[in-house]
């Protein structure tokens, strides 16, 4: 009986029940509680099993409910405790937790897709490339008691994600309760991602010298627009001509910068000057980096405008997925959703892979849309 009604939506609903099966594989509720138990600091379980409140909350996340109210509602019969505890425990989840259930989407999900595609196209031949970015979480409502004597935006927190682009998932993540605080003071943290050989692609706000110091020193190499006032140049050499790219001409020249210790290390200052303006009305766009002599200056203008597939994957998690819900007004709870939010889109990278090998990747990019596969 039950073998064929899971046959009846194997045959009528193939993705759904790949969806739902990659996700009770991956995230079971015994390595859910276990990844909790290892990783919190200070939270404890009694009664509400943490992949419990993993489980709620991903039927927010997916849309399949409204609020977690809602789905609180749905399995109240289930539930061996009240709704206050469920918002208690979410007040509480700490960082830490949140951004492992990332590390560990990535270790559950890369083995099947190294297996689906092998070779995944590089986006810069020979070397493995990061896009780094900030995400700001939507504002609240107003429900808790502290927020409700303002009118100013609710802002439940920020975070640093790391996209690998070539494999197109999500694989780090740093959680930020302060909303406010400037993306370039959580790059610290961000620097332990850095492995020798990487490339990492950055917009102005990461254009310091703790981020291209940091990274250099990782063995890793750094691709950034430039801002107009963070770098102390202690060296400029002679700008020449260096060809075009699909968006404009370019220009080439060799700079040197100093951090506070004096040391001094030479980036290339490649300008692009654009055909047509961008949308915000800029002609020229000035990228730094520290790749060598031997990658041209058009491949690495190409590479950083590919930065913009990180805003991609920001428009899945807030448009399809819902990675801000906007009753949670606790930052630990709001944090926690988006993460689980990026759980979730590393789990339909999967299955738009799994797709693609079956019926051809191109295909798939080309009709089949991530909203109805989550």
């Given amino acids: 009986m039950v073998a064929r009604i899971f046959e009846r939506f194997v045959q009528e609903s193939p993705v759904a029940v790949m969806v739902?099966?990659?996700?009770?594989?991956?995230?079971?509720?015994?390595?859910?509680?276990?990844?909790?138990?290892?990783?919190?600091?200070?939270?404890?379980?009694?009664?509400?099993?943490?992949?419990?409140?993993?489980?709620?909350?991903?039927t927010v996340v997916?849309?399949?409910?409204?609020?977690?109210?809602?789905?609180?509602?749905?399995?109240?019969?289930?539930?061996?405790?009240?709704?206050?505890?469920?918002?208690?425990?979410?007040?509480?989840?700490?960082?830490?937790?949140?951004?492992?259930?990332?590390?560990?989407?990535?270790?559950r999900v890369e083995p099947v897709l190294q297996e689906l595609e092998p070779t995944p196209v590089e986006v810069l031949p020979g070397y493995e490339v990061r896009i780094l970015d900030g995400h700001h979480l939507a504002g609240t409502e107003?429900?808790?008691?502290?927020?409700?004597?303002?009118?100013?935006?609710?802002?439940?927190?920020?975070?640093?994600?790391?996209?690998?682009?070539?494999?197109?998932?999500?694989?780090?993540?740093?959680?930020c309760e302060d909303g406010h605080t400037q993306e370039r003071a959580l790059v610290d943290e961000a620097l332990a991602w850095v492995a020798p050989g990487q490339v990492w692609v950055a917009d102005r706000n990461f254009a310091t010298t703790r981020w291209i110091f940091g990274v250099h020193q990782r063995g890793g190499y750094v691709v950034v627009r430039e801002h107009a006032s963070t770098l102390h140049w202690v060296g400029?050499?002679?700008?020449?001509?260096?060809?075009?790219?699909?968006?404009?001409?370019?220009?080439?020249?060799?700079?040197?910068?100093?951090?506070?210790?004096?040391?001094?290390?030479?980036?290339?200052?490649?300008?692009?000057?654009?055909?047509?303006?961008?949308?915000?009305?800029?002609?020229?766009?000035?990228?730094?980096?520290?790749?060598?002599?031997?990658?041209?200056?058009?491949?690495?203008?190409?590479?950083?405008?590919?930065?913009?597939?990180i805003e991609g994957a920001f428009q899945e998690l807030t448009v399809i997925l819902q990675c801000e819900p906007n009753t949670l007004g606790y930052p630990p709870a709001a944090l926690f959703a988006f993460c689980l939010a990026v759980v979730a889109y590393n789990v339909l990278r999967l299955t738009?892979?799994?797709?693609?090998?079956?019926h051809g990747a191109e295909k798939i990019e080309r009709e089949v849309s991530s909203y109805y596969l989550a």
């Avoid at 975070?159 to 694989?171: E, F, N, Y």
């Avoid at 404009?248 to 654009?274: F, K, N, P, Y």
């Avoid at 738009?352 to 079956?358: V, W």
């Fill in 142 to 175: 107003h429900r808790l008691k502290p927020l409700r004597r303002t009118r100013a935006g609710a802002l439940p927190g920020q975070s640093l994600v790391a996209l690998d682009p070539q494999r197109k998932l999500i694989r780090h993540v740093r959680c």
């Fill in 236 to 309: 400029e050499g002679p700008v020449r001509a260096a060809g075009r790219c699909e968006t404009g001409s370019l220009s080439e020249q060799e700079i040197q910068i100093a951090d506070d210790q004096g040391a001094v290390l030479t980036l290339r200052r490649i300008t692009l000057r654009l055909d047509h303006p961008t949308r915000d009305g800029d002609r020229v766009i000035v990228v730094l980096t520290t790749l060598p002599a031997a990658v041209a200056a058009a491949a690495i203008a190409e590479l950083y405008r590919g930065r913009w597939g």
């Fill in 20 to 58: 739902r099966a990659t996700l009770e594989n991956a995230f079971s509720a015994p390595a859910l509680d276990c990844l909790f138990l290892c990783t919190a600091e200070q939270q404890y379980t009694r009664t509400l099993l943490f992949s419990t409140v993993v489980e709620l909350m991903t």
């Fill in 352 to 358: 738009r892979t799994a797709l693609g090998a079956a």
């Fill in 62 to 107: 997916l849309r399949q409910e409204k609020s977690l109210h809602a789905a609180f509602q749905q399995r109240r019969q289930q539930l061996a405790v009240g709704i206050s505890s469920l918002y208690e425990k979410l007040a509480h989840v700490e960082r830490g937790v949140a951004e492992a259930l990332v590390r560990y989407s990535v270790e």
